[in-house]
Protein backbone atom coordinates (compact mmCIF):
# COMPACT_ATOMS: atom_id res chain seq x y z
CA UNK A 1 0.00 0.00 0.00
CA UNK A 2 1.09 3.40 -0.31
CA UNK A 3 2.57 5.36 1.77
CA UNK A 4 3.82 8.78 2.60
CA UNK A 5 7.61 8.62 3.97
CA UNK A 6 9.47 11.28 6.18
CA UNK A 7 12.59 11.33 6.89
CA UNK A 8 14.59 11.66 9.79
CA UNK A 9 12.52 10.21 12.07
CA UNK A 10 14.38 11.62 14.71
CA UNK A 11 16.18 14.99 14.60
CA UNK A 12 18.26 17.06 17.31
CA UNK A 13 19.74 20.36 16.67
CA UNK A 14 21.11 23.01 18.38
CA UNK A 15 19.30 26.34 18.72
CA UNK A 16 20.03 28.61 15.62
CA UNK A 17 20.59 25.57 13.55
CA UNK A 18 19.05 25.29 10.33
CA UNK A 19 16.59 21.82 9.46
CA UNK A 20 15.24 20.55 6.86
CA UNK A 21 13.00 17.84 7.27
CA UNK A 22 11.83 15.74 4.75
CA UNK A 23 8.81 14.35 3.01
CA UNK A 24 7.88 11.62 0.03
CA UNK A 25 4.64 12.00 -0.51
CA UNK A 26 2.13 9.39 -2.70
CA UNK A 27 3.46 9.46 -5.85
CA UNK A 28 -0.08 10.88 -8.07
CA UNK A 29 -0.90 13.24 -4.62
CA UNK A 30 -1.73 16.84 -5.57
CA UNK A 31 -2.29 18.37 -2.45
CA UNK A 32 0.41 18.81 0.63
CA UNK A 33 0.12 19.54 4.17
CA UNK A 34 2.70 19.81 7.28
CA UNK A 35 1.39 19.85 10.40
CA UNK A 36 3.20 19.56 13.88
CA UNK A 37 2.24 18.36 17.66
CA UNK A 38 4.13 19.78 20.49
CA UNK A 39 4.28 17.00 22.73
CA UNK A 40 1.23 15.91 24.74
CA UNK A 41 -0.93 18.50 22.62
CA UNK A 42 -3.02 18.60 19.67
CA UNK A 43 -2.00 18.24 16.02
CA UNK A 44 -1.70 21.91 14.58
CA UNK A 45 -1.96 23.04 11.38
CA UNK A 46 1.40 24.94 9.63
CA UNK A 47 1.22 25.10 5.28
CA UNK A 48 -0.87 23.28 2.67
CA UNK A 49 0.64 23.22 -0.71
CA UNK A 50 -0.54 23.12 -4.04
CA UNK A 51 0.75 23.67 -7.53
CA UNK A 52 4.22 24.46 -6.80
CA UNK A 53 3.05 27.16 -4.23
CA UNK A 54 1.63 27.80 -0.62
CA UNK A 55 -1.98 27.46 -0.77
CA UNK A 56 -2.69 28.60 3.35
CA UNK A 57 -0.11 28.94 6.12
CA UNK A 58 -1.34 29.32 9.62
CA UNK A 59 0.23 31.59 11.95
CA UNK A 60 2.66 29.22 13.49
CA UNK A 61 4.26 29.19 10.05
CA UNK A 62 6.56 32.52 10.02
CA UNK A 63 9.53 34.10 8.50
CA UNK A 64 11.44 31.24 9.75
CA UNK A 65 9.61 28.16 7.82
CA UNK A 66 9.64 27.94 4.46
CA UNK A 67 8.42 24.56 2.23
CA UNK A 68 9.28 23.73 -0.83
CA UNK A 69 9.03 20.32 -3.73
CA UNK A 70 12.43 20.81 -5.22
CA UNK A 71 12.45 17.73 -7.60
CA UNK A 72 8.85 16.69 -8.20
CA UNK A 73 8.98 14.13 -5.71
CA UNK A 74 10.23 15.44 -2.18
CA UNK A 75 8.27 17.69 0.11
CA UNK A 76 10.65 19.42 2.38
CA UNK A 77 9.76 21.90 5.29
CA UNK A 78 12.72 24.01 6.34
CA UNK A 79 13.26 25.71 9.63
CA UNK A 80 16.10 28.60 9.32
CA UNK A 81 16.88 29.37 12.90
CA UNK A 82 15.29 26.71 15.28
CA UNK A 83 14.32 27.55 18.39
CA UNK A 84 13.61 25.82 21.22
CA UNK A 85 9.87 26.09 21.05
CA UNK A 86 10.10 24.56 17.20
CA UNK A 87 10.66 21.17 19.51
CA UNK A 88 8.00 18.78 18.08
CA UNK A 89 6.46 16.05 15.88
CA UNK A 90 6.18 16.80 12.67
CA UNK A 91 3.94 14.91 10.07
CA UNK A 92 3.59 15.84 6.11
CA UNK A 93 0.35 14.20 4.54
CA UNK A 94 -0.70 14.10 1.46
CA UNK A 95 -3.71 13.77 -0.72
CA UNK A 96 -4.92 13.03 -4.17
CA UNK A 97 -7.44 15.40 -4.73
CA UNK A 98 -9.99 17.44 -2.48
CA UNK A 99 -12.49 14.78 -2.11
CA UNK A 100 -10.34 12.10 -1.02
CA UNK A 101 -8.31 11.27 1.96
CA UNK A 102 -5.25 12.70 3.40
CA UNK A 103 -2.41 10.14 4.07
CA UNK A 104 0.17 11.42 6.81
CA UNK A 105 3.72 10.01 6.75
CA UNK A 106 5.19 8.48 10.60
CA UNK A 107 6.36 12.09 11.79
CA UNK A 108 9.58 13.60 12.21
CA UNK A 109 10.57 14.42 15.99
CA UNK A 110 12.88 17.67 16.11
CA UNK A 111 14.79 18.58 18.93
CA UNK A 112 15.73 21.74 19.40
CA UNK A 113 18.82 21.86 22.65
CA UNK B 1 -11.93 30.17 12.60
CA UNK B 2 -13.32 26.40 12.68
CA UNK B 3 -12.99 25.05 16.26
CA UNK B 4 -13.21 21.32 17.13
CA UNK B 5 -13.45 19.77 20.49
CA UNK B 6 -13.51 16.44 22.34
CA UNK B 7 -14.10 15.28 25.64
CA UNK B 8 -13.00 13.99 27.72
CA UNK B 9 -9.46 15.09 27.35
CA UNK B 10 -8.64 12.32 29.55
CA UNK B 11 -10.29 9.00 30.24
CA UNK B 12 -9.52 5.57 32.27
CA UNK B 13 -11.91 2.78 32.34
CA UNK B 14 -12.11 -0.60 32.98
CA UNK B 15 -11.82 -3.67 30.50
CA UNK B 16 -15.23 -4.51 29.47
CA UNK B 17 -16.98 -1.19 29.76
CA UNK B 18 -18.52 0.99 27.45
CA UNK B 19 -17.69 4.88 26.83
CA UNK B 20 -18.22 7.19 23.93
CA UNK B 21 -15.94 10.17 23.07
CA UNK B 22 -17.51 13.37 21.70
CA UNK B 23 -16.21 15.47 18.99
CA UNK B 24 -18.05 19.02 18.60
CA UNK B 25 -16.77 21.65 15.51
CA UNK B 26 -18.11 25.09 15.56
CA UNK B 27 -19.29 25.18 11.29
CA UNK B 28 -19.90 23.35 8.73
CA UNK B 29 -18.07 20.75 7.12
CA UNK B 30 -18.54 18.28 4.77
CA UNK B 31 -15.24 15.29 6.50
CA UNK B 32 -14.75 14.16 9.84
CA UNK B 33 -11.80 11.43 10.30
CA UNK B 34 -11.36 9.92 13.37
CA UNK B 35 -7.53 8.38 14.22
CA UNK B 36 -5.50 6.61 17.23
CA UNK B 37 -2.28 7.68 18.22
CA UNK B 38 -0.08 5.74 20.27
CA UNK B 39 2.81 7.58 22.64
CA UNK B 40 5.52 8.30 20.14
CA UNK B 41 3.84 7.88 17.19
CA UNK B 42 2.05 8.41 13.77
CA UNK B 43 -1.93 9.39 13.34
CA UNK B 44 -3.43 5.67 12.17
CA UNK B 45 -6.09 6.73 10.20
CA UNK B 46 -9.67 4.69 12.15
CA UNK B 47 -12.34 6.56 10.08
CA UNK B 48 -13.71 8.51 7.43
CA UNK B 49 -16.94 9.97 8.03
CA UNK B 50 -18.75 12.16 4.68
CA UNK B 51 -22.18 12.48 5.56
CA UNK B 52 -24.89 13.21 7.88
CA UNK B 53 -25.90 9.82 9.69
CA UNK B 54 -22.63 7.93 8.67
CA UNK B 55 -21.70 5.46 10.45
CA UNK B 56 -18.71 3.15 10.67
CA UNK B 57 -17.76 0.09 12.43
CA UNK B 58 -14.19 -1.77 13.37
CA UNK B 59 -14.05 -4.22 15.79
CA UNK B 60 -14.51 -2.61 19.04
CA UNK B 61 -14.91 1.17 17.63
CA UNK B 62 -18.38 2.30 16.30
CA UNK B 63 -18.32 6.04 14.93
CA UNK B 64 -20.91 8.46 13.75
CA UNK B 65 -21.65 11.65 12.18
CA UNK B 66 -24.69 14.22 13.29
CA UNK B 67 -23.46 17.46 10.52
CA UNK B 68 -26.90 19.22 11.98
CA UNK B 69 -25.61 19.00 15.55
CA UNK B 70 -22.00 19.15 14.20
CA UNK B 71 -20.93 16.22 16.44
CA UNK B 72 -19.38 13.29 15.82
CA UNK B 73 -19.36 9.86 18.47
CA UNK B 74 -16.14 7.43 19.00
CA UNK B 75 -17.80 4.89 20.95
CA UNK B 76 -16.01 2.24 22.34
CA UNK B 77 -17.83 -1.10 23.10
CA UNK B 78 -16.43 -3.68 25.66
CA UNK B 79 -13.30 -2.03 25.95
CA UNK B 80 -9.33 -3.76 26.02
CA UNK B 81 -6.10 -2.94 26.96
CA UNK B 82 -5.09 -2.59 23.80
CA UNK B 83 -7.56 -0.06 23.04
CA UNK B 84 -5.14 2.37 25.14
CA UNK B 85 -3.83 5.44 23.19
CA UNK B 86 -5.21 8.70 22.46
CA UNK B 87 -8.07 9.55 19.85
CA UNK B 88 -8.24 12.57 18.10
CA UNK B 89 -10.79 13.54 15.62
CA UNK B 90 -9.92 16.10 12.61
CA UNK B 91 -12.42 17.87 11.10
CA UNK B 92 -12.11 18.99 7.25
CA UNK B 93 -12.51 22.83 6.98
CA UNK B 94 -13.55 24.22 3.30
CA UNK B 95 -15.07 27.85 4.00
CA UNK B 96 -12.80 30.29 2.04
CA UNK B 97 -9.83 27.79 3.25
CA UNK B 98 -9.05 24.08 2.93
CA UNK B 99 -7.44 22.28 6.15
CA UNK B 100 -7.51 19.49 8.65
CA UNK B 101 -8.53 21.15 12.02
CA UNK B 102 -7.47 18.49 15.13
CA UNK B 103 -9.77 18.21 18.17
CA UNK B 104 -7.85 18.37 21.61
CA UNK B 105 -7.51 14.51 21.72
CA UNK B 106 -9.03 12.21 24.16
CA UNK B 107 -6.25 10.17 26.09
CA UNK B 108 -7.54 6.87 27.11
CA UNK B 109 -6.29 4.30 29.12
CA UNK B 110 -8.00 0.86 29.53
CA UNK B 111 -7.09 -0.56 33.08
CA UNK B 112 -7.01 -4.48 32.86
Known amino acids: EPEVTQTPSHQVTQMGQEVILRCVPI?????FYWYRQILGQKVEFLVS????????KSEIFDDQFSVERPDGSNFTLKIRSTKLEDSAMYFC???????????FGQGTRLTVV | ELKVEQNPLFLSMQEGKNYTIYCNYS?????LYWYRQDPGKSLESLFV?????AVKQEGRLMASLDTKARLSTLHITAAVHDLSATYFC????????????FGTGTRLKVLA
Open chain 1, 93 to 103: ASEKDRNTEAF
Open chain 2, 27 to 31: TTSDR
Open chain 1, 49 to 56: FYNNEISE
Open chain 2, 90 to 101: AVLTTSGTYKYI
Open chain 1, 27 to 31: SNHLY
Open chain 2, 49 to 53: LLSNG
